[in-house]
């Protein structure tokens, strides 16, 4: 018998495809399996800090959650976790640069929010709007587009209707328009119920790897996960 981790990671493997797209790979590991790979080396090149409440174009850069690199335009795109709060959700251009082989510069460029399905930015929190949470980001060279994803919304309080929104990783070009949406199995839709991901702690980063494939990364086991839960990466 599967455990609900095993499940849930070959449901996202057999399930997980981009609407109107080609279709891409999504690997998952469930804690099982071959030996692990060797860990890559990194190499500490420096921090550039950048100040709290620092406004560039009418935005507040704060909350970057991820970070992926453009290597045809030499730049980065970096993604904000504001909840459309502060601004609508958005992706910032970053250049950096290294002097030698540290750290030197980190220069912000230009901001892009991601729109949504209709064409238009995501507004804040209200009674009937819920905006995403954005949290992984990754460029796709071939395509031309990024990818990003959402760990959605789950607010559920006794008295009070629920606020849900489902995670998602979604497709989107360069200018922010949305390009399409990735289906996740029922294991990762949001429920009143002690099913489904949990507030806060669904889909978080993301990276492409070979074949192409899409690799999201889950912080924390689902309600319906064993205490090892789900590791999606």
Known sequence: RQRPSERLARQLADALHLQGQDRLAFLVAAGCGGPAASAPQ??????????????FADTTVGGLSGITYDAGRNQYYVISDDRSAKAPARFYTVRITLSGSVLAKVELVATTPLLNTDGTPFAPLTATTVPPDPEGIAFDAGRQ????????ERIVKPGEPPVLLDPW???????????GEFTLPPELHMSINETGPR????????TLGVGPSLN???SIPAHSAEPSGVNVR
């Open 216 to 218: 999201p990364g889950s």
């Open 199 to 206: 507030k806060n702690q669904a889909l978080e980063g993301l």
């Open 169 to 179: 990783v979604r497709a989107a070009a360069l200018d922010g328009t949305f390009r």
């Open 145 to 152: 587009q990024l990818y990003w994803s959402s760990e959605g």
């Open 42 to 55: 990194l190499t500490f090149l420096g921090k550039v800090e950048l100040a709290h409440g620092l406004l």
